[in-house]
């Protein structure tokens, strides 16, 4: 078959090929990028679901808006005015089928065949495939604990004039980094400045164990003249609610949010009007405070035995920064004492130890870094963990 020349600039999901390795028995996974299921609260989506279906049936079981189902829509800006974006109203935002349809939908409106993308130096695996199929030449900006280099970023902005930038600023998958406020502040100023389009993915920001994070570059807009015009920002109920409903929602501005509803028409029609609806009367509710308060908690015991129990058994051998949220650790082999530097290598032998997790290669669009890798502690109890790590320090 003559398939599409698009189809040359991307490959199968090394996540996805990886998890074809995880049937053997015994495995403990460190690999997915995945919520525990045990975190769902099934009794208060019960509720919803069936207070979706007696209150508004056919509201909930008929097409719907592109835009999304309205009472969703008031939700979410609640929900968002919670969190400091004090004026997100309903009509500037969309919801989507995930917030991994909002980059879709981003690289369908934004990105022409040869147009630079500075996204970050490593990234979401997804979005590195999704902008390259509509012909992204990627440019990586580098990221340490704090987040994206707002130094090296500019330099990067002022040499390759992007048609945007991408960045995950709250506990990155898979870098786990949270952006200052000063810098979140000065990627702000650098869109004005520089004039371009800064996308604020955000699937994470909930999930933190201690004190919350910055305000959302959103939230943070109003305080930089002319940055909310070159501001969108994408979120997600997935993590923090149920992955199942694929609930999501993009704030742009107007222009860029129309061209996105078009081509959401020319895609799905909408998303499900059913799972937005369950969503509506989830929110309404008022269980999410508590949900989130739940698997905050929970990450929390599990991400400091992850982190405790690398620094035990791998001692010198690994380098990470201890993560104050989200769902993973990324980290980095050092080769000391002989032990092994290479993530690929490290997996392979992780494999026949009975443990996985993903190295760090494929979250790289540009010069990646071979002795990295990403673990998540998010579906394993501590136990599971501490016995996990046990077996990565056999790998060694």
Known sequence: MQFADRLNNVETSAIRELFKLLGKPGIISFAGGFPDSAMFDVEGIREATNKALDEEPGGALQYGATEG???????????MKSKGALDVAPE????????QQALDL?????????DRVIVEGPTF?????????????????????????????EQLIAEHKPKMVYLIPTFGNPSGALLSLERRKRVLELAVKYQTLVVEDDPYGDLYFGEAPPPSMLALSSQVP???ELLAHCGSLSKVLSPGLRVGWMIAPP???????????????????????????????GRMPATLANVRRVYAERALAMGNALRRDLGDAIDFVQPQGGLFVWARLTGANGKIGNGAEFAKRAIDKGVAFVPGVPFYAAD?????????FATADVARIEEGVGRLAQAL
Do not use: W
């Not at 500037?92 to 917030?99: A, D, K, N």
């Not at 990586?140 to 994206?148: E, I, K, L, N």
């Not at 990646?368 to 998540?376: F, K, N």
């Open 92 to 99: 500037q935002l969309i919801v989507t089928t995930g917030s």
């Open 69 to 79: 189902y309205q009472p969703l829509r008031e939700q979410l800006s609640t929900f």
């Open 368 to 376: 990646p870094d071979p002795s990295t890798l990403r673990l998540s």
């Open 226 to 228: 002319g940055s909310r």
């Open 125 to 153: 695996l997804a979005t590195i495939q999704c902008f390259r199929l509509y012909g992204a030449h990627l440019i990586s900006a580098p990221v340490d604990a704090h987040g994206v280099d707002t130094d090296r970023l």
């Open 106 to 114: 981003l690289g369908k409106t934004m990105i022409s065949p040869g």
């Open 255 to 285: 222009e860029l949010l129309a061209k996105a509803t078009m081509c959401k028409q020319f895609s799905d029609a909408h998303t499900s009007t059913f799972a937005q609806a369950t969503a509506a009367q989830y929110l309404k509710a």
